[in-house]
């Protein structure tokens, strides 16, 4: 899909992925639509031109407000990208079942509700994308992000049946795997601490800008996964080859607990 011109709405684009997207879609001509909390630093990520939507996305109000909004001001929705998200890193045995619920909310249910909000409209217009950024810990379940990678699947496996649904309709879903990527996502976890060995591993992350980079260009390319960085497919391999040996070899990372 090219993406001059097209209008992409974006939620949790205050920060980290979010806002590097704005930035690397509107230097391809793109129009703004962005969600997050923050109205301040939604206006310093879209710039004067996009349209902002400050609130919380799992609430339906601020979800049927952005949607309502981008079409009022710009007419269509071309690209959807559902990248607000959250981690837990406490073990699935003993998390807060509200802090579970909270995070398939925003994962999860989230994501699809603004998929079926934006549905009908591109059905209509026989063409648009829906972008769901989910996780490496979607293709390789994370024992210190367990429950945070079961929501992670669970947008994937959505994702692969968007594609096949809407296929008929002109419209193509996305699924985006980012590996480690240097933003505060580690702060916003809605509780406990990644092990020390996991938390050594980000010397290793890519930048916000790399994945949106890889983002668009997926974009542009209409594929069906992106890996940020692609050497995360190494990964994905080796668990479906040698499923026991990197269970294993995960399951050494976690402290006693």
Known sequence: MRIDGKVVLITGGSEGIGAACAAAFRKRGAKLSLVARSADRLRAAGGAEALITAGDITLPEVRE???AGTLARFG???I???NAGMGLYDPAWRAPQADAR???ELNFFAPLAMTQ???PHMRQRRTGMIVNVSSIAGKVTLPWLTLYSASKCALGSLTDGLRME???DGIHAMTVCPGYVKTNFQDHALGGVPPPKVSSGKQFAITPEQCAEAVARGVE????TVLAPRSGWLIVLAERLFPSLVEAQLAATLPDL
Not at 221 to 224: A, K, N, P, Y
Request: glycine share 4%.
């Open 166 to 168: 809407l296929k008929r």
């Open 65 to 67: 407000a952005a949607v």
């Open 117 to 119: 909000l934006v549905a």
């Open 221 to 224: 390319r209409g594929v069906r």
């Open 80 to 82: 959807l990208i559902n």
């Open 102 to 104: 909270s995070l398939f």
């Open 76 to 78: 269509a929705i071309d």
